[in-house]
């Protein structure tokens, strides 16, 4: 399975291993630490737009 991770480039760790990375495989949207790859989170467009719209709008802000 060929998938192109993706990783914000705001991620901080010198090693590239202290990130989320999303990708995009057979219309789902995956989700994994960069840490631990083999656990992936999967997901629609829908529930991830929803989520990424709480993010910028704060609703997530004590969280961080």
Not at 21 to 38: F, V
């Amino acid at each position: 399975m060929d998938i192109q991770w993706r990783k914000s480039s705001k991620s901080s760790d010198a090693d590239g291993n202290d990130c989320l990375e999303l990708a995009e495989h057979g219309g789902e949207i995956l989700l994994r630490e960069s840490d631990n790859p083999d656990v992936v989170v999967r997901t629609t467009r829908a529930k991830l737009r929803a989520f990424l719209g709480g993010v910028k709008e704060g609703e997530f802000d004590d969280l961080a």
